[in-house]
């Protein structure tokens, strides 16, 4: 039994779903925003049968978490409280309640985990992984994280190429309307006027890096799939082929060299994953250097862009788990 733990707008789960389902093999897809809307949970102990389930009011199905033989943990949500509670104290509330019930559910099972939320919070912390990556001999950008005005101007100075500033953690402030979006960009002479605010708190810099093309590859356990990206045109300022609008970038299948490959599988067991979704790229001297990991990035555009088989060997890892 294959337990996909999600929300109901991951669409990349989509692809998941449909390959376990041409094989006809068990599952459940667990969308954490319907709860507790349109699912009912049951946790019993001491009594004569314990039970750890959920089960639908919309569709005939039940999650029993005892028969859970392997997880994949994409992208859950907070679950959502019942409309009629509009009192913003006693919603959230309810939401951390219902959060924490399905929380204790799922870390109830000891299974294979493609990955374990606990390996994935780790991860996703720039400091961490950075630390690591350098240890297995990555090249990566000159990089100073902090929130001290007086440092900047000398690393702004010792970085010949320029430097970038990216956010540390999210890349998006959420407003009451509308939520902002913040970008990679290039840091000029004349941002440092305002260099004080950077107090305000800690972000990336890195040298800036001249790149013949960009890489994304994708880990799935031990399979590596390559993809060369090279962006047509890119918005002002903001040197990052992610925020390129879809039709602007290239894509191209990629063979890593063997050493590089190792890397990257290494920098993912190492992190206690097993999937991630690494940024590299080509220098002008051609090194490959590394950016960050996203331990559970997006990949299905890959998958419907150049064919990488990719939800079939997430699911060849999830119905025979490795020992």
Not at 14 to 35: G, H
Not at 226 to 243: G, V
Not at 244 to 249: C, K, T
Request: glycine share 4%.
């Amino acid at each position: 039994m294959i337990l996909i733990i999600t929300n109901t707008q991951d669409l990349t789960s989509d692809f998941v779903v449909r390959e376990i389902s041409s094989r006809s093999q068990p599952f459940v897809r667990l969308n954490t925003d319907e709860f507790p809307a349109f699912a009912r949970g049951i946790a019993s102990f001491g009594l004569k049968e314990s039970r750890l389930l959920v089960s639908w009011k919309n569709r005939d199905k039940i999650l029993d978490f005892d028969k859970v033989t392997s997880v994949l943990y994409r992208r859950p949500v907070p679950p959502i409280p019942d409309e009629g509670i509009t009192d913003p104290a006693i919603r959230q509330f309810c939401t951390d309640e219902c959060y924490d019930f399905l929380r204790g559910l799922w870390f109830s099972l000891e299974c294979y985990w493609m990955s374990h939320p606990e390996a994935i919070r780790m991860a996703e912390h720039k400091v961490y992984q950075l630390k690591i990556a350098q240890a297995l001999q990555f090249s990566i950008p000159k990089t100073l994280i902090t929130n001290d005005p007086s440092v900047i101007r000398s690393f702004f100075n010792d970085c010949e190429q320029g430097i970038i500033i990216k956010p540390l953690y999210l890349g998006f402030i959420k407003q009451a309307q509308q939520s902002k979006n913040i970008f990679t960009s290039i840091v000029s002479e004349k941002d440092l006027e305002d260099v004080e605010s950077i107090s305000l708190a800690p972000s990336i810099f890195q040298e800036n890096i001249v790149k013949q093309f960009d890489i994304r590859v994708t880990v799935v356990g031990e399979r590596v799939f390559a993809a060369k990206i090279m962006a047509t045109s890119l918005p002002e300022n903001i040197p990052d082929w992610r925020f390129a609008p879809i039709d602007n970038l290239s894509h191209y299948k990629y063979d890593l060299p063997d050493d590089v490959q190792s890397a990257c599988v290494k920098l993912v067991r190492r992190l206690g994953l097993n999937f991630g979704a690494i940024d590299l790229a080509l220098d002008n001297k051609g090194d490959f250097v590394f950016f960050e990991i996203n331990p559970n990035g997006q990949w299905a555009w890959l998958e419907t862009m150049l064919g990488f088989p990719i939800s079939e060997t997430i699911v060849d890892q999830l119905s025979k788990p490795p020992i």
